[in-house]
């Protein structure tokens, strides 16, 4: 099983809104990752969770703030959001940091209103 | 600073035709993937290429590493309309923690 979820598929919010993103492997993997992608852009990582610590983050704005509750889990927790951040959000997960190749979820397609 | 370089950015042939796409660098990587991307959803992963001239082949599809591991390409045989996609190289440096994507290449394949 090589698959990562993510839910939800679609997303739209205000700008005043408190959201979150959720993604999950069963895998085993110990290393979890967060992406943006705008339309015909490649993915942006975001952030990087290793055996379930933050171990890298992207100078991303405070208003995306992640989570991982547990080894298969992984939250993306979205408040007071731009519309500039209108975007496709994509998991990604891999066995360990570094060297390991990397399985991404279908993605959620946030827009903001 | 992009690090790869995809070409072409944009493909539109028929079905049936071959085609190549390139991922080029001025830095080595210790590996290279290859994923296709459909609208809308993630990107999927089709190959990994870690050894310098390595040639891996995935049915219609040919993928080569450079023998210095810094570029790479990916070969498509007949064309179908199945095969259309964006195409996204990413590539991991020994120095680095993190994929370095291509900007892409976006292929339309017509019946």
């Known amino acids: 099983d090589t698959e990562v979820t993510q839910t939800p598929k679609h997303l739209v919010m205000g700008m005043t809104n408190k959201k979150s993103l959720k993604c999950e492997q069963h895998m085993g993997h110990r290393a979890m990752y967060w992406y943006k992608q705008k339309a015909k852009k490649p993915p942006e990582l975001m952030f990087v969770y290793s055996y379930e610590k933050l171990s890298i983050n992207e100078s991303v704005p405070s208003r995306f703030s992640p989570e991982c509750p547990n080894s298969s889990l992984l939250n993306l927790h979205l408040h007071a959001l731009q519309p500039e951040d209108s975007a496709l959000y994509l998991c990604?997960?891999?066995?360990?940091?570094?060297?390991?190749?990397?399985?991404f979820g279908p993605g959620t397609r946030l827009t903001v209103t | 600073t992009q690090l790869l370089e995809q070409s072409p950015q944009f493909l539109s042939i028929q079905e049936g035709e071959n085609l190549t796409v390139y991922c080029n660098s001025s830095?080595?990587?210790?590996?290279l993937q290859w994923y296709r991307q459909e609208p809308g959803e993630g990107p999927v992963l089709l190959v990994t290429v870690v050894t310098g001239g390595e040639v891996k082949k995935l049915k219609r599809l040919t993928f080569q590493f450079g023998d210095a591991r810094k570029d790479s390409s990916l070969h498509i045989t007949a064309a179908q309309p199945g095969d259309t996609g964006l195409y996204l190289c990413?590539?991991?440096?020994?120095?680095?923690?993190?994929?370095?994507f291509g900007k892409g290449t976006s292929l339309l394949v017509t019946p």
């Open positions: 990413a590539g991991e440096q020994n120095s680095g923690y993190a994929l370095n």
């Open positions: 830095s080595v990587f210790s590996s």
């Open positions: 990604a997960s891999s066995p360990g940091f570094r060297g390991y190749e990397q399985y």
